[in-house]
């Protein structure tokens, strides 16, 4: 069994350092940080478009990391269980956001009306912070499901994973999801009126 434990850690350079970080040992975890920070700032890229709170998410998603250390138990790949912290983060900055966003609700909606119509016919660039901001106004879990969906392209299965969820949850939050979003895009006066 040993010998296996051995095998795999020499195989996998992300196990060894975090069965050496759970040890105690902190620069086995900078290497970890060091190797998978750009899958994981790309990852977070979805969660928040403002470069400060980027950085901090990412942060957030390590520090989690390192303090849950002592409960990963090497049966998934560090990346994923990475992500999984990654995507638990991104959730709960969204909650944040929305608990403080209450009396600017309709100025922001205002704000966003008027990103939308600039990015009519403007730059690919725009159209993605207006789908950004559209995405904002709808209910943390159903913006949760559309990004891992259409952002990270996670299958159903490994968005399921992520969030914790049963497959045919996912599937539903991600059907009403598109309703919404879609109901959304109407009201902004872009698709066709359904009767």
Known sequence: MADREDKSTQDDPDLADA??????????????????????????WHFTRDRHDHEALVQEVFVGAFLSL??????????????????????????????????????ESAWTEHALRAADGGAPSE?????????????????????LIYFEECSM?????????????????AFRARHRLRALLEEAGYGPKQH
């Open 19 to 44: 069965m050496a970080a759970a040890a105690g040992d902190e620069v086995a975890f900078a290497r970890i940080v060091r190797r998978r920070q750009g899958e994981i700032a790309r990852q977070m």
């Open 70 to 107: 002592p409960r990963y138990r090497g049966t998934a790949p560090v990346l994923h269980w990475l992500r999984r912290i990654a995507t638990r983060t991104g959730y709960q900055h969204w909650k944040r956001q929305t608990r403080k966003r209450g009396p600017l609700a309709a100025l």
């Open 127 to 147: 159209a993605a912070e207006c789908l950004f901001e559209l995405l904002r106004r709808l209910p943390d879990k159903d913006r949760l499901v559309l990004t």
């Open 157 to 173: 299965a490994e968005a399921a994973e992520r969030m914790g969820w049963s497959v045919t949850l996912v599937k539903v939050r």
